[in-house]
């Protein structure tokens, strides 16, 4: 049996038992449910009487004469469903209610996070154009080896920062680690525009690895915390599209270059001033509840709740807490925890997906894409890349509005078979005499449609879903190490991906990137399970059941 996206649906006044199957853990889950008449949780438009436009509960129990508390458990314990996990253990799940209004309040603290994101793509992108300059200035023009340091020393800083992203959360909270996060960012834009040396170079572009390895665990993390449920998707989304507005913004900073040669400095200082921004902004911010609870800190997480949500959802959102809390006294996993029998089989699927997105070729196909252009054409090297920018931030946002209508797991899969055709069709193209006369069209076609397919699905969804999928006391750190994974396989593949295509033909790695692609899909069908519409607190009661 397949796990369902809901745990309840329909209208019934019997006791049942049913068996839940979560392919994120491969194992049978015994389940007695008692639901009392006109009830339901997360059911379709209509339920048991109720229609979306019906007042919400969590609303209901705010206007209750006897106060916030009394009415939420007077209320809870008539409309309970008690869940027998497999430990033994009865566990209250509290009634989320779908139709509660969501509030623009978060918007701004989403928009705040975003200047991490956007900073990722910015420091990624920035060193594309600016990387002739800056080597003529530095004299290391004729130096490949040197250029490739200050290169990839921004993914090996990536690589640190990641790991200490979630230890720093864990410890210090989601918003002060985005302050702490800003100062490498700073520092690391300074010295990279000041740099006078390659030596004072490389170590700006490791302290600014750091800031975006950092950012790229804590932005997802932060976002998918603070966010309604029924619009969590839709705002995780938006980390994707902020990173590929920084890489655009990076392009669009580079075209004074021909004509100044030295703006390559101004280029890399401009990432000053949004980190600063993301500094001062972060003072400004809420704490994430999730977090605030679990250090028992119940009063600012109340707050926390009033300044996202407002006051009318503090009950019902504090009874979230409770439940998915309730009979744990576990403190903070540690790193080991991760891989524990408990915890690996979720946490492997983080890694996974981030495995496949690299594995699939995405680095290629962007660092291919000027050559394929020009093979259509164009021969413009900014056009080429304003194209493949474009198509990312395009397929980003209809990933946005998406996420929450068709959810995670149809994107991922979406996403990847689209990524699979389209790495075909650049394989067949440059091998089949039969389409020598149109390879340069059918090349761009397959890059701009791998470009859109990627940002659909393979590009924002495994950043918004592990955050979703892991349990509270290892979600920092299991979100950390699915980074890690990140960072060091794009590594590895920078570092060999030139030598594998002088060896085997880009035909035949692009016709591998392909095969990915389908073993993904497979990997993604039978692991991963649907969150959209979910709290997390549901989600981690699903897939990691009191024990």
């Not at 983080?350 to 259509?376: D, E, H, K």
Request: aromatic residues 8%; positive net charge; glycine residues 10%.
């Amino acid at each position: 049996m397949q796990a369902s996206s809901h745990l309840v649906r329909g209208n019934f006044g019997i006791e049942i038992s049913k068996r839940r199957v979560f392919p994120c853990f491969g194992e049978v889950r015994q389940r007695s449910l008692t639901l009392n008449r006109n009830f339901c949780i997360r059911s379709g438009s209509t339920c048991s009487g109720l229609r979306s436009g019906d007042v919400s509960m969590g609303a209901g129990l705010v206007r209750a004469k006897n106060g916030i508390e009394t009415a939420v458990r007077s209320s809870v314990k008539s409309r309970s469903i008690k869940a027998q996990a497999s430990g033994g253990d009865i566990e209250d799940l509290t009634p989320i209610n779908p139709q509660a209004k969501s509030s623009g309040a978060v918007l701004p603290f989403v928009g705040v996070a975003c200047l991490g994101a956007m900073l990722f793509g910015y420091h990624l992108g920035v060193v594309n154009g600016a990387l002739e300059y800056l080597s003529k200035d530095l004299g290391i023009a004729e130096n490949t080896v040197m250029q490739g340091w200050i290169v990839s020393t921004l993914l090996a800083g990536a690589t640190v920062g990641s790991f200490t992203g979630g230890t720093l959360a864990d410890k210090f909270g989601r918003t002060r680690t985005f302050q702490l996060d800003a100062i490498p960012l700073i520092i690391g834009a300074f010295l990279t525009a000041t740099a006078q040396t390659v030596q004072t170079m490389i170590i700006g572009r490791f302290l600014a690895g750091i800031g975006i390895g950092i950012s790229s665990a804590i932005v997802p993390l932060y976002i998918s915390e603070i966010s309604p449920t029924e619009i969590r998707g839709a705002l995780g989304s938006i980390n994707q599209l902020f990173i590929c507005i920084g890489i655009l913004a990076a392009l669009v900073a580079g075209l004074p270059l021909a004509g100044n040669p030295l703006w390559w400095r101004t280029m890399f200082g401009i990432a000053i001033v949004p980190a600063i921004l993301l500094a001062v902004g972060m003072a400004f911010s809420p704490e994430s509840p999730r977090w605030l609870f679990q250090q028992g800190k119940i009063p600012e997480a109340e707050k926390a709740i009033r300044t996202l949500y407002g006051k009318e959802r503090v009950a019902e959102i504090m009874y979230e807490l409770r439940t998915a809390g309730q009979g744990s006294t576990e403190q903070e996993a540690g790193w080991f925890d991760l891989f524990s029998s408990r915890y690996w089989k979720v946490v492997s699927v983080g890694a996974a997906l981030f495995l496949f997105q690299q594995l699939a070729g995405i680095n290629a196909v962007v660092y291919y894409s000027t050559a394929v252009f020009r093979s259509a054409g164009i021969a413009s090297d900014v056009a080429a890349s304003a194209l493949v920018g474009a198509s990312n931030v395009i397929g980003s946002a209809i990933a946005s509005s998406l996420m929450d209508r068709q959810g995670r797991k149809s994107l991922l899969m979406t996403s990847f078979s689209g990524m699979a055709a389209s790495m075909l069709l650049l394989s067949l193209s440059f091998t089949w005499k039969v389409l020598a006369p149109y390879s340069g069209t059918l090349a761009v076609v397959g890059t701009v449609l791998y470009v859109l397919s990627f940002s659909l699905g393979a590009g924002p969804v495994p950043a918004l879903l592990l955050p979703e999928i892991f349990a509270s006391r290892i979600r920092a750190k299991a979100v950390a190490l699915s980074l890690g994974t990140h960072w060091i396989s794009n590594f590895v593949i920078g570092l060999y991906f030139l030598s594998v295509v002088n060896k085997f033909g880009i035909s035949s790695v692009y016709l591998g990137f392909a095969c990915v692609c389908a073993v993904a899909v497979l990997y993604i069908a039978g692991n991963v399970v649907e969150t959209k519409g979910r709290s997390l607190e549901e989600i981690e009661l699903a897939l990691n059941p009191t024990t």
